[in-house]
Every structure is written in C-alpha cells, then in structure tokens.
C-alpha cells in the first residue's frame, strides 16, 4: 500500500535559518504529493502540492520539488520566521474515477523557530 | 467564504458516555472526510462520504464509532460508549469533488475520555 515517511522531530531552529523536512514515499502509481501545515490549535491547511514528477510546488517562500528517481518531497525554506512554528504534514493522494483521492499522511514533524 | 465549521470545539466525558461531533463541510463540496489524531497514531482516516454516500469506513476502529451524513451540509461522528482510548483530536475535512485531491480540514473537536 501507499505509505509517506518523514524526518521525525521536533526540529528547532534559529530564526532566518535553513529549513530542509525530509519526506520519502511509496506508491505503487503516480501520486500528487502536498505539504500540509498545522498551527496551534488549528487544523490542516494545504501549504503547497506538486501533481508530476520534476513539479514544484511554492507557497509563503517554502518549496518542494517531486523526485520520482528518489520518491521524495523534501519541503525548503531559505529563511525561517517564528510564525513559521508549526507541525508540518507530508501526505500523498493517489487514485483514479471517482471516489478514489485519498490522502496518505506522514506522521508530522513538529517545527519550533526561535528568536 | 466559510471554511470547514466543527462542533464542539472541546469536549470532556465520562466513559461510558456517548460522544456526537459534528462538521458542517463548505458549501458545495461533495466530499466529506472524518479524521483522528493522536500522538501515538498521527492522523488516521475513519471514514469518508461522497455526495453523502459512505465510501470507505474501513479505518472505523470498532462498533462503537458512527458516522452520519443526511444531507449535504451536516455530518456527525458518533461514539458510543465511549473510552479512554478514543481521547484524541478529531477532524473533519472537504472537497470540491471526487474528482479532486485537495481536502480543506476544520478546526477539529479535542475529545477527552475520562
């Protein structure tokens, strides 16, 4: 079955550091991939997706490029801010006619960016 | 717009009490998704509806957990009785259609079990 791994956290960081969260996947087709972000005391929202392999998905000044050679989704950011504290999602949706998109989750890496 | 409403925001019982939470998807989304998160777990999916229709609830945990959507504006997740273990944070998520891969979550309801 389908199945997303990301880096466990939590990673702490300075602010304006570089952020790389890990993300590999297995599937057995051709997937979207996303990046979810979860503030506190909020629920999910879509941070950005890639639909095709060598896709980019940008948002807010965070990235992520699907690599098909190496099944991943690895979410950048150059930059980091204190706002950007939060848990991040790295989730999957594959399937086709409808019915069938579903998401696949990782299990969330906790980010925390100090002053 | 309004995002995706879920009621109550909190909720704290006794075990061996029934539970109900509700979601209000977006308007005009055809698909409806309940979700459960724990530290343990991550989020895990419980069931999820299109055009109101029961699709898959295989990640229901047991006979205790339903789910509801009687029309398509309103959807409830009930347990009964509830446990210890069914303490967690539950969401409920939308989509425009089946045809597409976004999901849009609410805020989700904190469920403690006591």
């Known amino acids: 079955g389908n199945s997303v791994t990301q880096m466990e956290g939590p990673v702490t960081l300075s602010e304006e550091a570089f952020l790389t969260i890990n993300c590999t996947y297995t599937?057995?087709?051709?997937?979207?991939l996303f990046w979810y972000v979860q503030y506190p005391g909020e629920g999910l929202q879509l941070l950005l997706k890639?639909?095709?392999?060598?896709d980019k998905g940008s948002n807010k000044g965070f990235e992520a490029t699907y690599r098909k050679e190496t099944t991943s989704f690895h979410l950048e950011k150059g930059s980091v801010q204190v706002s950007d504290s939060a848990v991040y999602f790295c989730?999957?949706?594959?399937?086709?006619?409808?019915?069938?998109?579903?998401?696949?989750f990782g299990k969330g890496t906790k980010l925390s960016v100090i002053p | 717009d309004a995002g995706v409403i879920q009621s109550p925001r909190h909720e704290v019982t006794e075990m061996g009490q029934e539970v109900t939470l509700r979601c209000k998807p977006i308007?005009?989304?055809?698909?409806l998704f309940w979700y459960r998160q724990t530290m343990m777990r991550g989020l895990e999916l419980l069931i999820y509806?299109?055009?109101?229709?029961?699709?898959?609830d295989s990640g229901m945990p047991e006979d205790r957990f339903s789910a509801k959507m009687p029309n398509a504006s309103f959807s409830t997740l009930k347990i009964q009785p509830s446990e210890p273990r069914d303490s967690a944070v539950y969401f409920c998520?939308?989509?425009?259609?089946?045809?597409?891969?976004?999901?849009?979550f609410g805020p989700g309801t904190r469920l403690t079990v006591l």
């Open positions: 998520a939308s989509r425009p259609d089946p045809g597409t891969d976004t999901q849009y």
């Open positions: 599937a057995t087709g051709y997937p979207s």
């Open positions: 890639a639909t095709k392999a060598d």
């Open positions: 989730a999957l949706s594959e399937g086709s006619g409808a019915g069938s998109y579903q998401l696949t």
């Open positions: 308007s005009g989304h055809n698909s």
């Open positions: 509806f299109n055009n109101n229709v029961p699709i898959d």
